[in-house]
Every structure is written in structure tokens, then in C-alpha cells.
């Protein structure tokens, strides 16, 4: 785990950043809940639209259209839009708005447009309302991941006004869902001297906020070895795939569990398979998460060790681990934004509950390495990321989320 700063360095951190200091759960501003009360209908109206532009990730013609909806939307805001070429051959802009205003405070909004869904799932899952038990859900291929996100910053921006921020900037990039391999670096680059960033992934119910993710990293290995007969002369070859399960048997435990370091072998290819060939070449595939730098060195280190040595003679084995989205923690200052978002959702008699550690990566570790505060879960609460038809939002809690996004923005800007 990234070690938390010491006491004195956190509270001159604080004194330095007075807009971040939390304040005491209070009473709610009456004409802001009001009209995102107002706006809820408006929003939801937007998750359609959005929806039914498909945009999984590298569907070029989707972001295509995807970036020309939200390029209107945002200028109609009063923004100015630049449309920046993802980098790496991905497909799509990048949409970066800005706003400026009369505040104090420089806030950076990001979220990203793109869907685990190729084309063809809205036909199968197409967008739709339904009341359930537990109130009015909203359906549709990534309708929480991450259109709701998108959804909530268009509709919270209706809400503010230039006094409540010195700028404003907006991301909303194309290739999250894929590790950002072509936005990460403008994701850094733009969130420098931000006062803080706010990020608009989903949450869920009960609606929570993440104070660390997993940083992320594919383990590939090759092993090559020796074809031979597998009936007549099964001795004279070397067996990549015999030598793959004893490299599986001796890194499994590598896995520390929930909430440390999780490793886990995902894929396994055999080119030229023949049943009764013994086979020469295998190729592994395991996902990495971790908390720190730390626990990444020391897993490298470690691997390097258990692999070092084939088990059995004359077989050769190459290892390969690619880092991708870094490991996020919040920071002291962190911690405080997370601290006001809980207490302006308890003025509306809602809570806020901490996630120490999620599993997953997102975008947040890049808008960190930049050395400013983020916080994490501004979107819509949902389920079902990433499952086809079952994925949905919470209609009912479209009003205290607005609320809470532009109130965020207002306390940080002014």
C-alpha cells in the first residue's frame, strides 16, 4: 500500500489548499436541489441519446458520431471544444471543453465515452426504463460505464455558473475500457495545475466512493520446446504445454487475496495444436493488480525468481509483464474531497460510504500522476457493467447526483 503522508505534511498540505478542507454536513441549497430536481428529466433524456450511439471501444464511426453530440452539447454550455486524435491507433477525438469564469478554483471534469459493447448490443439490450422493486431503472449497453458519467457533467454544468469557477475542463476520452493507451498521457498533461479532478465513473447502491484503485499489468510468457510424436517417440520432444502447467502450479499463490495483490492466469494459446503432436509452443496470459509501485517491483522480482529456472531441461521460457493504468490512492487532499462529497450528500440525508480499494483501474491514476487531488465515483449509481442486457442506473438518484457534482464544483471553484 502507498503510505499516507505524515500527520504534518497533511495538515500544511490542507492550510496551503483552504477549498479542500471539508466542511460540516449542513443544510442543502434549497434553489440548487431544486433545480437539479428540475434537470433530472433532461438528463435522462441524454442516456437515451447517448445510448444509442454505439461506442465500443475502436468503433471509430460511433465515437464519430459520439464526438459530435457532445462537441454541440458542450459548446451549447458555453464551452469551447477542441478535438484531439487519440495517440497508439486508437480510434476517435479525445473532446477536451473548457470553460471559464470569474472563481478561484481550476477543476478538471473526466470521463470517457467508450462501452465494453461492439456494435450490435443495443439491438439486443436496446435502451429502456423499467420500475423495479427497488425504483426506476434506466437499461442499456453502458448506460453506468460510463454514459451516466457522461451524462451527469453535461447536465451539472447547466447548473453552475462563471462565479463558481475560476475554469473548467473537460475530458472525456475513447479507449478507457482498453487501458487508455491512447489518451493517457493527455489525461496527465491536462490535469497539471488542476486544483482538483473529478472523475465520473459509476458507483453503485448503495452509492459509494473509491479511495484507491488497482493498477494494472498483463504477464505474458512464451515457452518453446520440441515437437515430437506424442505415441512413438514422445521422449525425443520437449513439451511446452507440460511445462506450462508447472509454471502455473509455482506463480498461482502469487495471489494475496481481496484487497492486496490479485494475479490470476486468464489465457492460454497453443499455435499449431495437434493432438497427437507434442506441443513446442504455448503462450500464458495473466492479469496483474496492485496497490503500490512497491508490490509491483516486488512481484516482478519475485516472478522473475519462481520462472528463472524450466522445470524441464532444454525448455525455453521468455517473460513479458506490461504494465498499463497505475495503481490510484488518494492523497490527504484526496481524502478531503472525499470528505466534502460525504458531507454535502449528508446534508441531503444520503450517505457516502469509503471503498478502501477497488479491483478495478481507471483513469484516475493517470489525472494523479499529475500530483493533484482526485476523487473517484461521480457518475451514476448502477449494476451490470459490462454484462450485456443487465446493465442499468438509478433514475431515482439522478437529482442528488447532479446535486452533488455541481455543488462539488461550486465549494472548489469559488
Do not use: C
Request: hydrophobic content about 45%.
Amino acid at each position: 500500500m502507498i503510505k499516507p503522508a505524515p500527520l504534518f505534511a497533511a495538515l500544511a498540505l490542507l492550510v496551503a489548499l483552504p477549498a479542500l478542507a471539508a466542511p460540516m454536513a449542513g443544510k442543502p441549497d434549497k434553489a440548487l436541489l431544486a433545480a437539479a430536481t428540475a434537470e433530472a428529466p433532461a438528463l435522462t433524456a441524454t442516456l437515451e441519446r447517448l445510448v444509442n450511439i454505439e461506442t465500443g471501444t475502436g468503433d471509430a464511426e460511433g465515437m464519430a458520431a459520439m464526438a459530435t453530440l457532445l462537441e454541440t452539447e458542450l459548446k451549447a454550455s458555453g464551452a469551447s471544444v477542441e478535438r484531439v486524435p487519440a495517440t497508439n491507433g486508437v480510434a476517435g477525438d479525445i473532446i477536451v471543453a473548457r470553460l471559464s469564469g470569474r472563481g478561484k478554483g481550476r477543476l478538471m471534469l473526466l470521463a470517457h465515452m467508450d462501452t465494453v459493447y461492439q456494435r450490435g448490443a443495443l439491438a439486443r439490450a436496446p435502451f429502456r426504463i423499467a420500475d423495479e422493486a427497488d425504483g426506476k431503472r434506466a437499461y442499456g449497453p453502458g448506460i453506468a460505464d460510463d454514459k451516466g458519467g457522461v451524462a451527469v457533467i453535461l447536465h451539472a454544468l447547466r447548473l453552475v455558473r462563471p462565479r463558481d469557477y475560476r475554469s473548467l475542463t473537460i475530458v472525456i476520452n475513447t479507449d478507457e475500457e482498453r487501458g487508455s493507451t491512447g489518451s493517457s498521457a493527455q489525461i496527465t498533461e491536462l490535469a497539471r495545475g488542476q486544483d482538483a479532478v473529478l472523475s465520473f465513473e459509476p458507483t453503485i447502491m448503495p452509492e459509494m466512493l473509491l479511495r484507491a484503485t488497482s493498477g494494472i499489468a498483463g504477464v505474458n510468457i512464451t515457452i518453446t520446446g520440441k515437437a515430437s510424436h506424442a505415441g512413438a517417440a514422445p521422449e525425443l520432444g520437449i513439451n511446452a504445454l507440460t511445462e506450462a502447467a508447472a509454471i502455473i502450479a509455482r506463480t498461482t499463490d502469487l495471489d494475496q487475496g481481496p484487497g492486496k495483490l490479485r494475479f490470476n492466469w486468464t489465457m492460454l494459446e497453443q499455435p499449431r495444436a495437434v493432438r497427437n503432436i507434442v506441443p513446442e509452443k504455448v503462450i500464458l496470459g495473466g492479469d496483474l493488480r496492485y496497490t503500490s509501485a512497491a508490490d509491483f517491483e516486488a512481484f516482478k522480482a519475485e516472478f522473475a525468481r519462481r520462472t528463472a529456472t524450466p522445470s524441464i531441461a532444454g525448455a525455453q521460457v521468455t517473460v513479458s509483464i506490461e504494465p498499463g493504468r497505475p495503481a490510484f490512492s488518494a492523497t490527504p487532499a484526496g481524502d478531503a474531497l472525499i470528505a466534502r462529497a460525504k458531507a454535502i450528500y449528508a446534508s441531503l440525508g444520503h450517505t457516502l460510504t469509503v471503498v478502501p480499494l477497488s479491483g478495478g483501474g481507471t483513469d484516475a491514476g493517470y489525472a494523479a500522476l499529475a500530483g493533484v487531488p482526485v476523487i473517484e465515483a461521480m457518475g451514476l449509481p448502477g449494476f451490470g457493467y459490462h454484462s450485456g442486457a443487465a446493465e442499468y442506473v438509478h433514475l431515482d438518484a439522478v437529482p442528488r447526483r447532479l446535486y452533488l457534482a455541481a455543488e462539488m464544483i461550486r465549494q472548489l471553484g469559488r
